[in-house]
């Protein structure tokens, strides 16, 4: 699909204040969708281990925070490979035609100390509505490499047929009539989530680049990038994220005009990743531009229906997504809801706990799939 980008207007782009609410992604590396089920007198317990998500967080308002996660079906994990396969076939969860679970919150409401977010949950082609119980165990902590983390503690109970998942012997004729009928029906769920978004003002790792793009301005170095990606189209197939972070900073510095161009070129060079539009997107809600911020998160959504920050930046921007696929999870997205909108988003990510700094792969060498990298410090040295 051909990109076609909104013309930069350096005059419509006034610098607005940021948005009062946070992006938070979730780490899957810390963070555990753990669940127990009786069978045969004795709880099995597992848990999901390919879980993704988004965090819209907004202290002090619970009703302005959101939540959406998308789980991985064929991820479950109980200790035993045999007894996973069959969770995993159409006995049970039918990952092969139902591949993810989702989860989006409709309203968070505060309780005392503690909070209740319901939403609709789909899973195994089946979406019920479901109220989870949870508390933020402690305040967000600014991590030593740069990262804020955010933790949340929840735990809900559903009922297996309330989903389709009934069990049988189809794939597995070991599971005979006595371990069908002493399957419980009623599955504890427990979560334990942490939240993490990079502080590019903390980490200091862009901050030559950003003395000389302040300095010179993107222009030069968007002509050479374009030059650079043009010879060599894979030399920044791993900078997606940088040029995030790296927009995010003049951003914060009221470069705006500069950061906007820079994630066009994002979108220009990583056309296919869902991730480039969403960043986009979130740059042009924070400057104001309502109607370029809805554009891209359409984009980034017929990319992939279930990247979960451009969900939620549709969630905000009043963009009304409907499901076209409910037994697998997917959405799209149908057209602007006013209503909506007067009532009121990692594979390419980096590890954020990482010392080292960020990578960029090194222009110089003509491989396609080079592993030389140079450290992102040095991008405007090649680029400007």
């Given at each position: 699909?051909?990109i076609?980008?909104?013309?930069?207007?350096?005059?419509?782009?006034?610098?607005?204040?940021?948005?009062?609410?946070?992006?938070?992604?979730?780490?899957?590396g810390?963070?555990?969708?753990?669940?127990?089920?009786?069978?045969l007198?004795?709880?099995?317990?597992?848990?999901?281990d390919?879980?993704?998500?988004?965090?819209?967080?907004a202290?002090?308002?619970?009703?302005?925070?959101?939540?959406t996660?998308?789980?991985?079906?064929?991820?479950?994990a109980?200790?035993?490979?045999?007894r996973?396969?069959?969770?995993?076939?159409?006995?049970?969860?039918?990952v092969?035609?139902?591949?993810v679970?989702?989860f989006?919150?409709?309203?968070?409401?505060?309780r005392?100390d503690?909070?209740?977010v319901?939403g609709?949950?789909?899973?195994?082609?089946?979406t019920?509505?479901?109220?989870i119980?949870?508390?933020?165990?402690m305040?967000?902590?600014?991590?030593?490499?740069?990262s804020t983390?955010?933790?949340?503690?929840?735990?809900?109970?559903?009922?297996?047929?309330?989903?389709?998942?009934?069990?049988?012997?189809?794939?597995?004729?070991?599971?005979?009539?006595?371990?069908?009928?002493?399957m419980?029906?009623s599955?504890?769920?427990?979560?334990e989530?942490?939240?993490?978004d990079?502080?590019?003002?903390?980490?200091?790792?862009?901050?030559?680049?950003?003395v000389?793009?302040?300095?010179?301005?993107?222009?030069p170095?968007?002509?050479?990038?374009?030059s650079?990606?043009?010879?060599?189209?894979d030399?920044?197939?791993?900078a997606?994220?940088?040029?995030?972070?790296?927009?995010?900073?003049?951003?914060?510095r009221?470069?705006t005009?500069?950061?906007?161009?820079?994630?066009?070129?994002g979108?220009?060079?990583?056309?296919?990743?869902?991730?480039?539009?969403?960043?986009?997107?979130r740059?042009f809600?924070?400057?104001?531009?309502?109607?370029?911020?809805?554009?891209?998160?359409?984009?980034?959504?017929?990319?992939?229906?279930?990247?979960?920050?451009?969900l939620?930046?549709?969630?905000?921007?009043?963009?009304?997504?409907?499901?076209?696929?409910?037994?697998?999870?997917?959405?799209?997205?149908?057209?602007?809801?006013?209503?909506?909108?007067?009532?009121?988003?990692?594979?390419?990510?980096?590890?954020?706990?990482?010392k080292?700094?960020?990578?960029?792969?090194?222009?110089?060498?003509?491989?396609?799939?080079?592993?030389?990298?140079?450290?992102?410090?040095?991008?405007?040295?090649?680029?400007?």
């Open positions: 699909m051909r076609l980008l909104a013309p930069l207007v350096g005059a419509a782009l006034a610098v607005s204040p940021p948005a009062p609410v946070r992006e938070f992604r979730i780490d899957a810390h963070s555990d969708v753990a669940f127990s089920i009786g069978f007198g004795h709880p099995v317990r597992g848990r999901f390919d879980v993704r998500g988004t965090i819209i967080y202290p002090g308002n619970a009703a302005a925070s959101a939540v996660v998308v789980i991985g079906a064929k991820s479950i109980t200790g035993s490979a045999h996973d396969e069959h969770l995993r076939s159409p006995d049970f969860f039918d092969a035609k139902y591949p679970i989702v989006r919150s409709a309203t968070i409401v505060a005392g503690s909070f209740a319901t609709p949950l789909t899973m195994h082609g089946v019920r509505t479901v109220v119980p949870f508390r933020e165990t305040r967000p902590v600014a991590d030593p490499h740069g983390l955010a933790f949340f503690s929840g735990h809900l109970r559903i009922a297996r047929k309330d989903f389709g998942i009934l069990g049988g012997s189809k794939y597995n004729d070991w599971f005979d009539a006595l371990r069908s009928a002493t419980a029906d599955v504890d769920i427990s979560l989530v942490t939240g993490w990079a502080d590019v003002e903390r980490t200091h790792r862009y901050d030559a680049t950003l000389k793009l302040e300095t010179a301005g993107v222009g170095t968007l002509t050479r990038l374009r650079l990606l043009a010879q060599y189209p030399s920044l197939r791993d997606r994220y940088d040029l995030e972070q790296i927009a995010r900073g003049l951003q914060q009221e470069r005009a500069d950061a906007i161009a820079l994630l066009q070129f979108v220009e060079a990583f056309s296919g990743d869902a991730s480039a539009h969403a960043a986009l997107a740059a809600e924070l400057a104001g531009d309502v109607s370029s911020a809805r554009d891209q998160t359409t984009r980034a959504l017929a990319l992939d229906s279930l990247d979960t920050r451009a939620e930046l549709a969630r905000r921007l009043g963009l009304k997504v409907v499901s076209t696929n409910e037994h697998a999870g997917k959405h799209v997205l149908l057209q602007h809801d006013q209503d909506a909108h007067e009532r009121r988003e990692r594979e390419a990510m980096k590890e954020h706990e990482s080292d700094p960020p990578l960029v792969p090194d222009p110089s060498r003509r491989g396609a799939r080079d592993t030389d990298a140079l450290r992102v410090d040095h991008l405007a040295h090649h680029t400007t």
